[in-house]
């Protein structure tokens, strides 16, 4: 019998996890979602195939890790290439992801970056920031957790996590200060999964509020096209700037809500793409 690795346990849980808030995912879209064969995906979970570079490399974009299990995460793989009896002058893998840059990647995800990927990764972190920006906000948890829809200790624990952050600073008057200076999402190569977890959110929260909130309190529309390609990334800078001005524009009169901006622009014909 073949003993199912470390990293496919991993993998195993966060598939369990999807299943859960959606019992209709399959398999077959888990393999999609990670830009990999589903035939691959189930040698993977049985501990027959072990990942290649270029697959691994798909598998830590795609999963939805904490820097703690990917640290993990890599480090499994590396034990199982090494068990092959491969040295690491002749594993491209080994080479390529050796046990000193794991280390390496553990060392840089301190307690800080954990709590910057929480902030990140989870939508109400922003939302608390921007409430203390609004009219008669209080820097209570009790108050927070009623406004925005979640529980006593998540919005105990953000604010603790924002203030110790320096995101959120106390006045001298008992309210609290944003300050978001050195916050940006703008290096995605770290904190990738965080983000798209971030997105993940937002859409579901775009969801509830199409089904919950009175029309004339938001604006959900969509449009279909045929498009060049090429042109994707100019259009990507003008989304950019529209978002920075439509924000500038919102934010100058009296701030007494907060709102969430989400421009999606995606694919809806199938992309081809070599698996392996």
């Known amino acids: 019998?073949?003993?199912?690795?470390?990293?496919?346990?991993?993998?195993?849980?966060?598939?369990?996890?999807?299943?859960?808030?959606?019992?209709?995912?399959?398999?077959?879209?888990?393999?999609?979602?990670?830009?990999?064969?589903?035939?691959?995906?189930?040698?993977?979970?049985?501990?027959?195939?072990?990942?290649?570079?270029?697959?691994?490399?798909?598998?830590?974009?795609?999963?939805?890790?904490?820097?703690?299990?990917?640290?993990?995460?890599?480090?499994?793989?590396?034990?199982?290439?090494?068990?092959?009896?491969?040295?690491?002058?002749?594993?491209?893998?080994?080479?390529?992801?050796?046990?000193?840059?794991?280390?390496?990647?553990?060392?840089?995800?301190?307690?800080?970056?954990?709590?910057?990927?929480?902030?990140?990764?989870?939508?109400?972190?922003?939302?608390?920031?921007?409430?203390?920006?609004?009219?008669?906000?209080?820097?209570?948890?009790?108050?927070?957790?009623?406004?925005?829809?979640?529980?006593?200790?998540?919005?105990k624990t953000a604010l603790a996590r924002l203030l110790s952050l320096g995101l959120l600073r106390p006045r001298k008057n008992g309210t609290l200060s944003v300050d978001a200076s050195y916050l940006t999402t703008a290096d995605k190569h770290v904190t990738t999964m965080a983000l798209k977890k971030h997105q993940r959110q937002i859409l579901e929260k775009s969801i509830q509020s199409l089904e919950n909130d009175p029309i004339e309190t938001r604006n959900i529309s969509s449009l279909t096209m045929s498009i060049d390609p090429e042109r994707l990334p100019k259009a990507k800078d003008m989304i950019e700037d529209f978002n920075q001005k439509l924000c500038a524009f919102l934010e100058g009169g009296n701030r007494k809500q907060v709102y969430q901006l989400s421009v999606a622009l995606f694919p809806i014909q199938k992309i081809i793409r070599s698996t392996e």
């Open 1 to 155: 019998m073949i003993e199912t690795p470390h990293f496919a346990e991993i993998m195993k849980r966060e598939f369990s996890r999807r299943v859960e808030k959606n019992p209709a995912y399959s398999l077959r879209s888990f393999a999609r979602a990670l830009q990999i064969s589903s035939t691959t995906l189930s040698l993977i979970f049985s501990g027959s195939r072990v990942p290649s570079v270029q697959v691994t490399e798909r598998l830590v974009s795609a999963l939805s890790l904490s820097p703690k299990e990917e640290s993990e995460f890599l480090a499994s793989l590396i034990k199982v290439h090494k068990r092959k009896g491969v040295s690491s002058r002749k594993s491209y893998f080994l080479s390529r992801f050796s046990e000193d840059q794991v280390k390496d990647r553990r060392l840089n995800k301190a307690e800080l970056d954990l709590k910057l990927f929480q902030v990140i990764s989870d939508w109400y972190h922003y939302a608390i920031m921007m409430l203390m920006e609004s009219e008669g906000a209080k820097p209570e948890p009790q108050w927070i957790a009623k406004q925005l829809g979640i529980s006593v200790i998540e919005a």
